[in-house]
């Protein structure tokens, strides 16, 4: 069944959860697509797990350009929302916009998703306008990584789990279809969901809202440097990995592989003129 944003919505009215993942290129989208997840989020996260940065800041448009690409190439069913990066959006109406259309022009992204509560709802309502759907983002927002002083539970105060309810409402006002709730406590979690009439989608945030999301390198035990408390691990392919490239190693160096079933045949009368 295709996913749509209006799949999205009747899934929470009917109190049925919601599946998510994160992909960055073609083969992973597609196993994650046949395996039947409703969503897939190519995430600025792969600037830590595909390229290897510290944090998200780095990622340009063009890297989400080019893995969003391969990522809708793979995805048949699930609704692919593709991320903004930072400073695509921040800056001003007009470049939120139109960063926002190339994503969708230039990849077959179906939505996409920026971080933020009121500070950015005129974006949100502006690329909505365009016709584009719009994921929004709040709690540890990993964009506002050096305001935070790390990668910090948020909404544990009274201001901020206030601050945080009003932005989930604000920012179905100004017309996204969902919104991640990253590392916030788990009631707070609750409260947000049951304020607002489109899905939540907790990474870090509990089991009451309407979907989780996790990156897929942490919940197959793919990404070693470090492990959120919010991941839970669903597989060793990590280790599978690392395994099957030293049987790789092992066969290469004691010549056991290849053997003639992987290699192709040539008429011996061509080889004899050849020496
Ligand atoms: O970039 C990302 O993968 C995300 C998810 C963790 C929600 O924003």
Same mark, same amino acid.
């Given at each position: 069944?295709?996913?749509?944003? /209006? #799949?999205?919505?009747?899934?929470?009215?009917?109190?049925?959860?919601?599946?998510?993942? *994160?992909?960055?290129?073609?083969?992973?989208?597609?196993?994650?697509?046949?395996?039947? %997840?409703?969503?897939?989020? +190519?995430?600025?996260?792969?600037?830590?797990?595909?390229?290897?940065?510290?944090?998200?800041?780095?990622?340009?448009?063009?890297?989400?350009?080019?893995? *969003?690409?391969? +990522? *809708?190439?793979?995805?048949?069913?699930?609704?692919?929302?593709?991320?903004?990066?930072?400073?695509?959006?921040?800056?001003?109406?007009?470049?939120?916009?139109?960063?926002?259309?190339?994503?969708?022009?230039? *990849?077959?992204?179906?939505? +996409?998703?920026? @971080?933020?509560?009121?500070?950015?709802?005129?974006?949100?309502?502006?690329?909505?306008? !365009?016709?584009?759907?719009?994921?929004?983002?709040?709690?540890?927002?990993?964009?506002?990584?050096?305001?935070?002083?790390?990668?910090? +539970?948020?909404?544990? $105060? @009274?201001?901020? !789990?206030?601050?945080?309810?009003?932005?989930?409402?604000?920012?179905?006002?100004?017309?996204?279809?969902?919104? %991640?709730?990253?590392?916030?406590?788990?009631?707070? !979690?609750?409260?947000?969901?049951? $304020?607002?009439?489109?899905? #939540?989608?907790?990474?870090?945030?509990?089991?009451?809202?309407?979907?989780?999301?996790?990156?897929?390198?942490?919940?197959?035990?793919? &990404?070693?440097?470090?492990?959120?408390?919010?991941?839970?691990?669903?597989?060793?392919?990590? /280790?599978?990995?690392?395994?099957?490239?030293?049987?790789?190693?092992?066969?290469?160096? @004691?010549?056991?592989?290849?053997? @003639?079933?992987?290699? &192709?045949?040539?008429?011996?009368?061509?080889?004899?003129?050849?020496?």
């Amino acid at each position: 069944m295709k996913n749509t944003v /209006s #799949t999205f919505k009747e899934m929470k009215s009917k109190g049925e959860k919601i599946s998510m993942l *994160t992909a960055y290129d073609y083969s992973m989208a597609k196993l994650i697509d046949s395996s039947g %997840v409703n969503g897939i989020l +190519v995430g600025d996260s792969l600037g830590m797990v595909c390229l290897g940065y510290e944090n998200t800041l780095s990622v340009t448009m063009e890297d989400m350009i080019h893995h *969003t690409k391969a +990522v *809708t190439k793979g995805a048949k069913n699930a609704l692919v929302v593709s991320d903004m990066p930072f400073m695509s959006y921040q800056t001003s109406i007009y470049d939120a916009t139109v960063n926002a259309g190339r994503l969708i022009k230039e *990849t077959g992204a179906h939505a +996409v998703k920026l @971080e933020g509560g009121a500070t950015v709802c005129k974006q949100v309502k502006a690329i909505v306008d !365009a016709q584009i759907p719009v994921m929004g983002h709040l709690g540890l927002t990993p964009q506002s990584v050096n305001m935070f002083g790390g990668f910090k +539970v948020q909404g544990k $105060s @009274e201001e901020i !789990a206030k601050k945080l309810i009003e932005d989930a409402k604000k920012l179905e006002e100004a017309g996204a279809f969902s919104i %991640v709730l990253e590392c916030v406590p788990y009631k707070l !979690a609750k409260i947000i969901t049951e $304020s607002i009439s489109i899905p #939540t989608i907790g990474i870090g945030a509990g089991k009451y809202c309407d979907g989780q999301i996790l990156v897929y390198q942490d919940m197959l035990s793919m &990404f070693s440097d470090f492990k959120p408390k919010f991941v839970k691990s669903f597989a060793n392919i990590g /280790s599978d990995i690392n395994k099957g490239v030293k049987d790789y190693i092992k066969e290469v160096k @004691e010549s056991s592989f290849p053997e @003639e079933k992987h290699s &192709f045949k040539i008429d011996d009368s061509i080889i004899e003129k050849l020496y």
